[in-house]
């Protein structure tokens, strides 16, 4: 909805991992250095870990996006509570390698086979497994059986875990993971970002969806964002998703940190108010880079007709002037700076004039409360639709 008001091409702020919008961090760029080192060792585990919506998929997505897939086999397992037999099973059929009808020493017997035919053919395997934290010791010990397959001296498959902090405390602490620790070759944990980097992130993910400058932010708002957030992408995600909604509804064209509070009000089901500044309603100049802007020709600027204050009337309520003869205008163009005054003078001492005025906005505002109402509406039956999808895709994950 705020992307057609703010005329975007897509949807900046989607909860769903997208490596289009990917933003690389301090932290995110140590831990693509760790990925990529260990790609390059192409043997052992790396675990990357992370607080929820830390960015630990966006950033393997990406990851993804940029290997060679001529010379790397990757198959991902997203998670949920698995035993030693299921990962058997899970690893096998992220391959395309089918399970159905086999024991777990014949799955294992075909994902050998594979690997090897993969090695022979010049390419070799990786396995992201997400949400490590949700699997049990059997599991993670199936994960490292799997890292033995050998060629030779070669290594046939490298695993990727990603998870939780819990995660790594578990691989830390574990007595019965020790020989996993011995085969870990690098490790790092994604932390949120920093206050200065929530700015060029929300700037990065708008111009990635045509952001041409509309809205305009204070750098009060991203001061807001960041201290309700703490910098974790996920949660500034949903804010900023939140926010955006808010000033389209309120047809902002400028956001600052007073919008962003009274959005934290709201969803967290407190009173709030906000006032918009009549400023932050006026259109936002668009961005254009400088190479796009053309010189100015060099022409001698005429200056603009003056206007008394019957037509000063007559251009507010129907947004053109009346035409005027040459001679007339010719007139004006030479006593403008005087009509100028007057028109003013004339504008400020007509009551009639003011008394109109202020019909024409009081009826602005009237429809724009209307439109508020009916926007507010669309927005509660678009959340409540969001709720029942969540629920239906936990119920069939549950099932």
């Known amino acids: 909805m705020y992307d057609q008001f703010y005329g975007l091409n897509g949807r900046p702020f989607q909860l769903t991992p997208d490596p289009q919008y990917y933003f690389e961090s301090g932290t995110h760029r140590k831990a693509l250095s760790y990925l990529g080192y260990g790609l390059a060792q192409g043997e052992?585990?790396?675990?990357?870990?992370?607080?929820?919506?830390?960015?630990?998929?966006?950033?393997?997505?990406?990851?993804?996006q940029s290997i060679d897939k001529s010379r790397l086999s990757a198959a991902?397992?997203?998670?949920?509570?698995?035993?030693?037999?299921?990962?058997?099973?899970?690893?096998?059929?992220?391959f395309g390698i089918s399970s159905h009808g086999k024991d777990k020493?014949?799955?294992?017997?075909?994902?050998?086979?594979?690997?090897?035919?993969?090695?022979?053919?010049?390419?070799?395997?990786?396995l992201v497994v997400d949400e490590a934290q949700n699997l049990s010791i059997d599991a993670v010990e199936e994960l490292r059986m799997l890292s033995n397959f050998q060629l030779g001296s070669q290594?046939?498959?490298?695993?990727?875990?990603?998870?939780?902090?819990?995660?790594?405390?578990?691989?830390q602490n574990s007595d019965a993971l020790e020989q996993l620790r011995q085969r870990i070759i690098a490790t790092h944990h994604l932390d949120a970002m920093e206050a200065d980097e929530v700015e060029p992130y929300i700037i990065h993910r708008l111009t990635r969806a045509g952001w041409n400058g509309n809205p305009q932010f204070g750098s009060d708002a991203f001061t807001a964002l960041y201290a309700e957030t703490g910098g974790v992408p996920r949660k500034l995600n949903m804010?900023?998703?939140?926010?955006?909604?808010?000033?389209?509804?309120?047809?902002?064209?400028?956001?600052?940190?007073?919008?962003?509070?009274?959005v934290v009000a709201d969803m967290a089901g407190k009173p709030f108010e906000y006032t918009a500044p009549p400023s932050a309603?006026?259109?936002?100049?668009?961005?254009?880079?400088?190479?796009?802007?053309?010189?100015?020709?060099?022409?001698?600027?005429?200056?603009?007709?003056?206007?008394t204050a019957e037509a000063a009337e007559e251009l507010v309520l129907d947004n053109a002037a009346p035409a005027q003869p040459d001679g007339q205008a010719e007139t004006r163009l030479a006593d403008n700076?005087?009509?100028?005054?007057?028109?003013?003078?004339?504008?400020?001492?007509?009551?009639?004039?003011?008394?109109?005025?202020?019909?024409?906005?009081?009826?602005?505002?009237?429809?724009?409360?209307?439109?508020?109402?009916?926007?507010?509406m669309m927005i509660d039956w678009m959340d409540r639709?969001?709720?029942?999808?969540?629920?239906?895709?936990?119920?069939?994950?549950?099932?």
């Open 44 to 64: 052992g585990f790396i675990v990357i870990t992370g607080e929820v919506g830390a960015g630990k998929s966006t950033l393997v997505a990406h990851l993804m």
């Open 155 to 171: 290594a046939l498959l490298q695993i990727f875990l990603l998870g939780q902090p819990e995660f790594r405390d578990l691989v």
């Open 105 to 126: 020493a014949e799955m294992l017997k075909a994902i050998e086979s594979y690997l090897h035919g993969e090695a022979r053919s010049g390419r070799r395997c990786l």
């Open 281 to 307: 309603k006026a259109p936002a100049a668009p961005v254009v880079p400088e190479a796009q802007i053309a010189p100015e020709p060099e022409t001698e600027t005429e200056p603009l007709p003056a206007y």
């Open 337 to 376: 700076e005087d009509e100028d005054v007057a028109a003013v003078a004339a504008l400020e001492a007509n009551p009639e004039l003011i008394a109109r005025l202020a019909t024409l906005e009081q009826r602005v505002s009237e429809q724009e409360d209307a439109l508020r109402h009916v926007l507010s």
């Open 239 to 262: 804010l900023m998703s939140r926010v955006m909604l808010m000033g389209a509804v309120e047809q902002l064209h400028h956001i600052d940190g007073a919008l962003v509070k009274a």
């Open 385 to 399: 639709e969001t709720s029942l999808e969540s629920k239906l895709r936990q119920a069939n994950r549950a099932a």
């Open 76 to 94: 991902t397992i997203v998670t949920s509570h698995l035993d030693g037999k299921d990962m058997v099973q899970m690893a096998a059929e992220s």
